[in-house]
């Protein structure tokens, strides 16, 4: 789920509980039943849980851009490798490097 559709997702969460909610709350007044009230949230949740809790495509229209692959050395340099090279020896093994992850 991508960011964009967690905030419809919550949206939509909030709006099933409210409409639920009100709709219920009134019925149950009317009635005079506390239950139906009950009920009602609980069927809210049922709701909202088939709604909300899955990853449905319709929250992933916008999916998150990852960076590509990291780049790494091919064997590890030892400590008197490094401590010989020159200036030249460094810049050449970073141009392969980028080349590498072109």
């Not at 239950?35 to 809790?53: D, E, Q």
Request: net charge positive; glycine share 6%; with cysteine.
């Amino acid at each position: 789920m991508d960011y964009k559709g967690q905030v419809y997702n919550e949206y939509a969460y909030q709006l099933i509980f409210a409409l639920f909610g009100i709709v219920c709350f009134a019925l149950g007044y009317v009635q005079e039943d506390f239950g139906v009230t009950i009920n009602g949230w609980i069927a809210s949740l049922v709701v909202a849980g088939v709604v909300c809790v899955p990853d449905w495509p319709v929250f992933n229209r916008e999916p998150v851009k990852w960076h590509g692959k990291a780049t790494t050395a091919t064997r590890a340099l030892t400590l008197d490798e490094l401590e010989n090279d020159t200036k030249e020896t460094k810049k050449a093994r970073v141009r392969n490097a980028l080349r590498r992850a072109k």
